[in-house]
């Protein structure tokens, strides 16, 4: 799950300015897994949507597509474990917020639907793990 979490995240610099996230936003996106993260701000939900847009995730109808959402977690070491699991959680916390008509609001509370999932199934990758990898990474440049 931090492969692809991280992985996820490559396309936030991108959406930054469409989403009109503030430089204290994007910061704040980074502790999405720590368990007092908020899901308040309609521009988080916007930079999903971005996001989930730039990998080609979503259908014309905001909604998630299946197949590319597989392919791209299975990109991932491990993915081939997760993708079902994952794309399942997505689209159960799908159907309970359908009716939401603004799509940043939707996709926002869809994020906190499944993160609330993937803690409870034990999937969520903790922040000392995710901030390994971002030192690691920042070293090897």
């Known amino acids: 799950m931090k492969d692809v979490t991280l992985g996820f ?49 979503l259908t014309d109808s905001h909604r998630m597509h299946h197949e590319n959402t597989d392919r791209f977690i299975k990109s991932f070491p491990n993915g081939e474990l997760l993708s079902q699991q994952m794309v399942d959680i997505i689209h159960e916390c799908e159907l309970q917020h359908d009716a939401e008509p603004d799509h940043c609001l939707r996709v926002l509370r869809i994020a906190e ?13 903790t922040m000392e793990q995710l901030m390994a990898e971002f030192i690691m990474e920042a070293a090897a440049r």
Request: glycine share 6%; hydrophobic share 35%; charged share 30%.
């Open 113 to 125: 639907c499944f993160k609330g999932a993937c803690q409870h199934r034990g999937i969520a990758p």
């Open 9 to 57: 995240g490559e396309a936030l610099q991108h959406c930054r300015e469409e989403s009109q996230l503030s430089e204290d936003e994007m910061e704040e996106f980074f502790h999405f897994w720590r368990e007092d993260f908020k899901f308040e701000q309609r521009a988080l939900g916007c930079a999903l949507l971005c996001m989930s847009r730039y990998f080609d995730l």
